[in-house]
């Protein structure tokens, strides 16, 4: 059964700030996909990442994928409020299932 | 930009009736997912279909489960009998083959 495994769970910061979550699953995955949800809403695609060494950028958000040592990042670059939501990252296969880790809950304070 | 949309936004249900969550799928995608999230807890996969019928599903997919897709365009989730812990938000989900996965806005469904 494919584990994932997302830290931190919460993270605060100020704005300007860089931070990282990373993303750690237990079996092998041929993609991997993060999301953003804001509160009491759908997921929001950001980053489909399909080969070992990808990395992807849209504006203030870098994401990597490194599928031998089973791990994602998610790094934030000069933060802002706009920002803060969870954030969850999901190994899958195509057209099979994703599995959701818990969420990275991130609040940017001025 | 084109979307999957579900209806209804938000039903309320006696504990042991029938609910059907509608969704109509991105137009060009061939795999359908339904998904669902208990308040203040991580997604959860339910079942994905391909070609008209169950390609996957999880062990919360029981017998009280059931998907259905009438028509070339609604994808639709039955459950027969609810539970007080059916109540979540579901969201249907569609991809072409290999790439992004698009969600809809959510079905909440709370069991009284």
């Known amino acids: 059964e494919l584990k994932v495994e997302q830290n931190p769970l919460f993270l605060s910061m100020q704005e300007g700030k860089n931070y990282t979550i990373y993303c750690n699953y237990s079996t092998t995955s041929d993609r991997l996909y993060w999301y953003r949800q804001d509160p009491g809403k759908s997921l929001e695609s950001l980053f489909v990442?399909?080969?070992?060494?990808a990395v992807k950028q849209e504006g203030r958000l870098m994401a990597s994928l490194d599928t031998k040592a089973r791990l994602s990042t998610l790094h934030i670059t000069a933060a802002v409020h706009d920002l803060s939501a969870t954030y969850f990252c999901a190994p899958g296969r195509g057209g099979s299932r994703l599995t959701f880790g818990e969420g990275t809950q991130l609040t940017v304070n001025p | 930009e084109p979307e999957v949309t579900q209806t209804p936004s938000h039903q309320v249900t006696q504990m042991g009736q029938e609910v059907i969550l509608r969704c109509v799928p991105i137009s060009n995608h061939l795999y359908f997912y339904w998904y669902r999230q208990i308040l203040g807890q991580k997604v959860e996969f339910l079942v994905s279909f391909y070609n008209n019928e169950i390609s996957e599903k999880s062990e919360i997919f029981d017998d009280q489960f059931s998907v259905e897709r009438p028509d070339g365009s609604n994808f639709t989730l039955k459950i027969r009998s609810t539970k007080l812990e059916d109540s979540a938000m579901y969201f249907c989900?569609?991809?072409?083959?290999?790439?992004?996965?698009?969600f809809g806005e959510g079905s909440w469904l709370t069991v009284v």
């Open positions: 989900a569609s991809s072409d083959p290999g790439n992004t996965i698009y």
């Open positions: 990442l399909l080969s070992n060494g």
